[in-house]
């Protein structure tokens, strides 16, 4: 058993309720459960309770064991002085505030219909990767889509988060802002922390200043990249004039040290996939945009015209070339999944991240709206789900599932869940 189960009975009030007494025998009557903190401190705020004549107001903790509120040292921290009930499983002992008054507990065990114990322990147990994999056919579809669309809002809400830090950090610069998030969703997870580091090595500042010169971009990115190949005898006309350039522009502007080349991944990954080639798309994008910002937010009429700011077509060279001195037929143009997934991990978090630091609620839904009018994915991740039965047509679909996973199944928290809880509720599960 963990403490989530504790959490979940206390917040719906799942247990035997007549005669609820303390570990001493005083009279116990739940007025408000309160509400989950997720930060530090006790477990649940702005409860109420009446213990024997006398109302309280505060807040909830919750353990297996009463003795675990002296193991996290809860009674040396000012923050649970405000603790007016310890609900726990087993009272092992009595705690104490930091002031010595005793905190009323509640002991749960015995309290608790064995039918409901054994639904948690066949989802807490279960080995499949998906807990509920085996009953959630029993689960009545609008709950499934309901849980489907918060997890979606949870997880464009997480990423916009990241946003907002960036914009914070900058110094409410929404250019710099979003040339960040931009170069970070270029490195398409495999290479986003490389890329999160050359954002860190290549200021905005100096950026934009050759926006309207795309060898001059191309030579600053793949140069503090650490990408550009040492003097090799042979090699072609571009790398040269490339690192030229680039020795030039890091002495000008006194660019930070490079990246080191073997920063970047390259196995597994596809040619067109290439770190390279990924920069001398990020260029063509910066070329093409004298304004990051407004155009994204130009384009956020549609996903095809967001897919078009993504696409702009790379210079000849790497037309032809997949890295420095390998020479293959490339796309000119990202392709479709390519952008797509642009849309999703840059210009939605940004739209949205922008709208809420302006409070504008309908853009918001307007940005989300976005994701409805984008093809599904599919990966490995989420066919188990489709397997399942759930709905993946759109790219809200596949983020909703994926915010799913991440934020619920992986972690098995079935007790935060939709899904789960309505699964507890159920008759006993053979």
């Known amino acids: 058993m963990k403490e989530d189960f504790l959490y979940y009975l206390w917040s719906q009030l799942a247990f035997e309720r007549a005669d609820l007494r303390t570990t001493v025998g005083e009279a116990l009557t739940i007025l408000a459960t309160g509400t989950r903190n997720a930060d530090a401190g006790p477990d649940f705020a702005a409860a109420r309770i009446r213990v024997g004549d006398v109302e ?6 919750m353990h297996l064991k009463a003795s675990d509120w002296l193991r996290h040292h809860h ?3 000012a923050a649970y002085d405000q603790v ?3 609900v726990v499983w087993d009272a092992d002992t009595d705690v104490r505030r930091r002031d010595g008054t005793v905190i009323p507990t509640l002991a749960l065990r015995g309290r608790v219909a064995g039918g409901l114990i054994m639904r948690y322990q066949r989802l807490a147990l279960a080995e499949a990767p ?4 085996g009953l959630v056919g029993a689960v009545p579809g609008v709950i499934q889509t309901v849980m489907r669309e918060r997890a979606l809002l949870e997880r464009v809400e997480a990423k916009a988060d990241r946003v907002t830090a960036l914009l914070a950090a900058t110094g409410t610069d929404w250019e710099t802002t979003t040339w960040l998030t931009l170069l970070a969703g270029f490195g398409f997870k495999t290479n986003d922390e490389p890329m999160r580091q050359l954002a860190q090595a290549l200021p905005w500042a100096v950026v934009r200043r050759y926006r309207a010169h795309q060898p001059d971009l191309e030579a600053l990115l793949l140069g503090q990249a650490g990408l550009i190949p040492n003097p090799l005898i042979g090699e072609d006309p571009y ?9 030039h522009l890091a002495r000008k502007h006194q660019l930070p040290p490079p990246l080191a080349a073997h920063d970047w991944k390259f196995g597994r990954l596809r040619p067109t996939n290439f770190p390279p080639v990924r920069l001398a798309q990020v260029a063509a994008v910066l070329a093409r945009h004298e304004h990051l910002l407004a155009g994204l937010r130009a384009a956020a009429t549609s996903p095809a015209r967001l897919a078009e700011f993504f696409a702009a077509p790379v210079s000849e060279y790497w037309q032809q070339h997949y890295h420095f001195g390998k020479s293959a037929r490339m796309p000119a143009r990202l392709g479709a999944d390519s952008t797509h997934r642009l849309v999703v991990n840059v210009a939605v978090p940004v739209l949205v991240a922008y709208a809420r630091y302006h409070h504008r609620a309908g853009d918001v839904e307007e940005a989300l709206a976005l994701l409805d009018r984008l093809p599904a994915e599919h990966n490995r991740v989420l066919a188990p789900y489709e397997g399942l039965g759930f709905q993946n047509r759109s790219a809200a679909d596949s983020q909703g599932l ?5 934020g619920y199944c992986a972690p098995r928290a079935c007790l935060r869940c939709a899904i789960g809880a309505n699964l507890l509720k159920r008759a006993p599960l053979r």
């Open 239 to 247: 790398a040269t004039t490339l690192r030229d350039a680039w020795h």
């Open 130 to 133: 998906i807990a509920c994999a």
């Open 84 to 86: 007016i009930l310890h």
């Open 75 to 77: 009674q040396l921290d």
């Open 402 to 406: 994926l915010g799913l996973w991440q």
């Open 56 to 61: 309280w107001s505060g807040s909830v903790e």
